[in-house]
C-alpha cells in the first residue's frame, strides 16, 4: 500500500483537516466494531459492517488450498453465525489512506480461537495476517465494501483423548484406498 498515512496539513484548511480527523477516528471505530462483533458472535450488526453487496475473501497464494469467498449481508451474517470455534481478533492500529468519499487499509491480526469438535475433542486455532480494506462512504457512514485476508501463518490441533483400552491387534486392517496395502498419508 503506497501513500502516505496523513495528508499535507499545510494545504488544508480547518474544515478539510477536521472531516478527515473525523473520517479516520469513523475508520477506527468500524475496525473496533470488527473484531468485537465478529468474536461476540453478533452477525446481523457485523454484516452491516459491509455495503449491501460487500465481500470478505481469503487471499489464495500459490500452494493453497481454495480460500473463503463470501458475498452480500446475509452471506456474511451465516458466516459469522456459523464459525465453528470461539475465539478473538487481536487487530493492530490500521494504516489508512483516504480519498474523499473512499478509502483503503491495510490492518495487521492475530486471531485465537478453540472449541469442541463434533467428537467432543477439543480444538484450538491460530491465525496471523493482514487485512487488505477497501472502504466507502455512505448515507448510514463508512461501510467496508471488500476485505481481503492474506494469511502469513494459520494452524489448527486437534487434541485425541488418551484411550485406556488396548488396540484390537488381531483385527484385519481396512484399507479404503486401490493401492492397498500401503497408505501413505503423511502429505
Known amino acids: 500500500m503506497?501513500?502516505?498515512?496523513?495528508?499535507?496539513?499545510?494545504t488544508l484548511g480547518i474544515e478539510q483537516r477536521l472531516e478527515a480527523a473525523e473520517d479516520r477516528l469513523a475508520l477506527l471505530d468500524l475496525e473496533?466494531?470488527?473484531?468485537?462483533?465478529?468474536d461476540s458472535r453478533q452477525s446481523g450488526p457485523w454484516s452491516e459492517l459491509f455495503t449491501e453487496d460487500g465481500i470478505y475473501q481469503g487471499?489464495?497464494?500459490v500452494g493453497m488450498a481454495a480460500q473463503n469467498l463470501?458475498?452480500?449481508?446475509?452471506n456474511l451474517a451465516?458466516?459469522?453465525?456459523?464459525?465453528?470455534?470461539?475465539?478473538?481478533?487481536?487487530?493492530?492500529?490500521p494504516h489508512f489512506t483516504l480519498a474523499g468519499d473512499t478509502a483503503v487499509g491495510r490492518v495487521h491480526f492475530k486471531f485465537e480461537?478453540?472449541?469442541?469438535?463434533?467428537y467432543g475433542r477439543s480444538q484450538a486455532r491460530s491465525v496471523s495476517g493482514y487485512y487488505d480494506t477497501a472502504y466507502v462512504r455512505t448515507p448510514a457512514g463508512?461501510?467496508?465494501?471488500?476485505?481481503?485476508?492474506?494469511?502469513?501463518?494459520?494452524?489448527?490441533?486437534?487434541?485425541?483423548?488418551?484411550?485406556?483400552?488396548?488396540?484390537?491387534?488381531?483385527?484385519r486392517p481396512q484399507h479404503q484406498a486401490s493401492n492397498v496395502p500401503y497408505q501413505d498419508k503423511r502429505g
Open 32 to 38: 473496533g466494531e470488527y473484531g468485537f462483533l465478529y
Open 113 to 118: 480461537a478453540s472449541g469442541t469438535n463434533e
Open 78 to 93: 451465516n458466516f459469522c453465525e456459523n464459525e465453528p470455534l470461539s475465539g478473538m481478533h487481536f487487530l493492530h492500529v
Open 142 to 171: 463508512w461501510l467496508i465494501r471488500r476485505r481481503i485476508t492474506t494469511y502469513l501463518e494459520s494452524s489448527q490441533t486437534t487434541t485425541y483423548p488418551y484411550e485406556p483400552t488396548p488396540a484390537d491387534l488381531y483385527q
Open 59 to 61: 487471499r489464495q497464494l
Open 70 to 74: 463470501v458475498e452480500g449481508r446475509s
Open 2 to 10: 503506497v501513500g502516505s498515512a496523513t495528508q499535507n496539513v499545510e
